[in-house]
């Protein structure tokens, strides 16, 4: 079983919609919660860390539910530089384990 | 600062061939980690060290070999390649594990043919 899983898409969307990815990790004693942005052939990103009492940076909002073990992210009127593939990343004490991403296409 | 640099940026191999991926950072950040990413996969991680001298296995360490002699080098060899070993490789470092944002080099495609 996977440390941690997303559906890979592609969420293909309309400029100024509003999107909102999941991810489930297994192991219940993860300690550290991330999302990461990675742009086709490029090195990822850090687009925010997540926190149990959720958090928001701009248009982007990332919630945590330990009780259900699954993280989210919700971007909300997306822009066509949002189109990227955002990875779900997950931290057990020191090893990271990356979610094999979703795609967001953000179309005009 | 130039952040993690990471070299060669392409390699090319035969099968049974040797090499070492060159990694670098200028941030003092005491972890320092290598992934390897395939199509259609995440990440995996296949070695990491939480400071000089230490290092440890990820998930898939089995073919490659690291050490940490310095803060701020942390090479990836390669003993023998195989063509399963084709993939991009990406270089990571923070400052520490936790909460931290880690920082990607640039990563080296590498293909064995």
């Known amino acids: 079983r996977k440390e941690v899983e997303q559906d890979p898409g592609p969420f293909n969307v309309p400029e100024g919609a509003t999107v909102a990815f999941n991810c489930t990790y297994s192991n219940s004693a993860s300690q550290s919660f991330f999302w990461y942005r990675q742009d086709c052939r490029k090195e990822p990103k850090l687009l925010m860390s997540?926190?149990?009492s959720g958090n928001e940076d701009g248009r982007f909002t990332a919630q945590l539910n330990r009780a259900s073990q699954y993280i989210s992210l919700l971007i909300r009127d997306s822009k066509l530089s949002d189109s990227a593939t955002y990875l779900c990343v997950v931290n057990e004490f020191n090893k990271f384990y990356f979610g094999s991403g979703t795609k967001l296409n953000v179309k005009p | 600062n130039a952040g993690v640099t990471q070299t060669p940026k392409f390699q090319v191999l035969k099968t049974g061939q040797s090499m070492t991926l060159q990694c670098a950072q200028d941030m003092n950040h005491e972890y320092m980690s290598w992934y390897r990413q395939d199509p259609g996969m995440g990440l995996r991680l296949i070695h990491y060290?939480?400071?000089?001298?230490?290092?440890d296995q990820g998930e898939v360490p089995n073919g490659y070999n690291v050490s940490r002699s310095t803060t701020e080098d942390f090479p990836l060899r390669l003993l023998s390649a195989a063509p399963s070993q084709t993939s991009v490789y990406f270089c990571?470092?923070?400052?520490?594990?936790?909460?931290?944002?880690?920082?990607f080099g640039p990563g080296t495609r590498l293909t064995v043919t």
């Open positions: 060290s939480v400071g000089a001298g230490i290092t």
């Open positions: 997540v926190y149990s």
């Open positions: 990571a470092s923070s400052t520490g594990t936790g909460a931290y944002e880690q920082y």
